[in-house]
């Protein structure tokens, strides 16, 4: 196993992740501009885990009729950098010196349209639901690997998607234990 963090982001792919097609980003405004790291959940269904809904919807490819709710979203264009599922698996869709479009309308610190500037990771989960032991050791392990990678973003500019669009987005959640994140960074 490489220990080094410095080694284990390759232009911008993480090597210890599964990568997975996705033409939803761009380039950033503003050249090697990745000063922040936000943290979302989701689950597609709501509250469902495992299936291959979220791939498919950052891919473009959710199938409206399979449920309800996906006649809403089958639509939008988003994405994430990284997924990490239940068990702690690594998934990236975009590179990171390329925009992924997960912030939406976002501010943080006076600073608007977070995308240009940040690195999105989704956790496989709800605001309501504890999340694994695995997504913890995942998210702390790629959260310092992109932190050595990327030295802008320190401890402080570690933020929830609720956070930069507060009112408007929810998550991580309550779900989400910082204390216990924030410590195993330290
Ligand atoms: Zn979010």
Redo the contacts with the bound molecule.
């Keep these: 196993m490489v220990t080094d963090t410095r080694l284990q982001i390759n232009t911008g792919w993480l090597s210890c992740a599964k990568r997975s097609e996705c033409d939803h980003f761009d380039c950033r405004p503003i050249e090697h501009d990745i000063s922040l790291l936000v943290i979302?959940n989701i689950s597609l269904p709501p509250g469902e885990f495992g299936g291959p809904h979220i791939v498919d919807f950052f891919a473009g490819k959710l199938q409206p009729d399979h449920h309800p709710f996906f006649e809403q979203i089958y639509q939008m264009r988003v994405s994430s950098h990284l997924l990490i599922r239940r068990d702690g698996e690594i998934v990236q869709f975009v590179g990171f010196e390329q925009r992924a479009w997960?912030a939406g309308v976002s501010s943080f610190q006076g600073r608007t349209r977070c995308n240009d500037f940040s690195i999105g990771i989704e956790l496989e989960g709800t605001d309501n639901d504890a999340y694994s032991e695995a997504q913890y050791k995942s998210l702390v392990h790629v959260t310092k690997v992109i932190m050595h990678n990327y030295p802008a973003i320190s401890l402080g500019r570690i933020v929830g998607?609720n956070d930069i669009a507060p009112g408007r987005?929810t998550?991580p959640g309550s779900s989400f234990d910082w204390a216990q994140y924030r410590q195993q960074l330290g």
């Design positions: 979302h997960h998607h987005k998550d």
